[in-house]
């Protein structure tokens, strides 16, 4: 089997526990380690993961590969949190951080740039929508303006939540 395939089988058997355990799989990576494979499952819920989360997770998907035996080396089982400054990729990602900061690279340019900083307003199946402040003048002459932009997904290199 393959890492593709193993990634995929475990997918699998994690859904099967996200939903048990009330919480959502967002990403799952497998990488070779000191002693075998590195096998981290990223987990999150409205409102935040707790260590009990990741704790009750671990158990169960740990059970599962157990009975199932898909990995045949040795491996390290790692479930956490994605954290706050998390990779944002998909629609998903993008709706879920609704309202928040979020800083965007792009592959080419966009209205000139390849670097924004502005709010999720919202997000299709291929597309996140910005919006982005900018500040121009000094003083009592200071004028703020607001701009809507839409950035294809396909068209992004790097974009996290923004907290500066």
Request: proline fraction near 3%; charged fraction near 35%; hydrophobic fraction near 35%.
């Amino acid at each position: 089997m393959n890492i593709k395939e193993l990634k995929d089988k475990i997918k699998e058997y994690a859904e099967q526990v996200s939903e048990q355990e009330g919480v959502e799989v967002l990403d799952i990576e497998i990488h070779p380690g000191g002693k075998g494979l590195i096998l981290r499952i990223f987990i999150d819920r409205e409102g935040g993961v707790t260590i009990k989360d990741c704790e009750n997770f671990s158990r169960a998907i740990e059970a599962i590969l157990d009975i199932e035996d898909p990995i045949k080396s040795s491996y390290t089982l790692e479930v956490s949190s994605p954290g706050i400054d998390r990779p944002l990729k998909e629609k998903k990602d993008f709706l879920r951080n609704l309202g928040r900061n979020v800083k965007i690279t792009t592959k080419e340019k966009i209205a000139e740039r390849t670097f924004f900083i502005g709010k999720i307003i919202d997000a299709g199946d291929d597309w996140v929508r910005i919006e982005i402040k900018e500040t121009k003048g000094k003083g009592s002459k200071k004028e703020e303006k607001s701009e809507l932009l839409f950035i294809p997904l396909n068209k992004i290199l790097k974009a996290q939540v923004y907290l500066g």
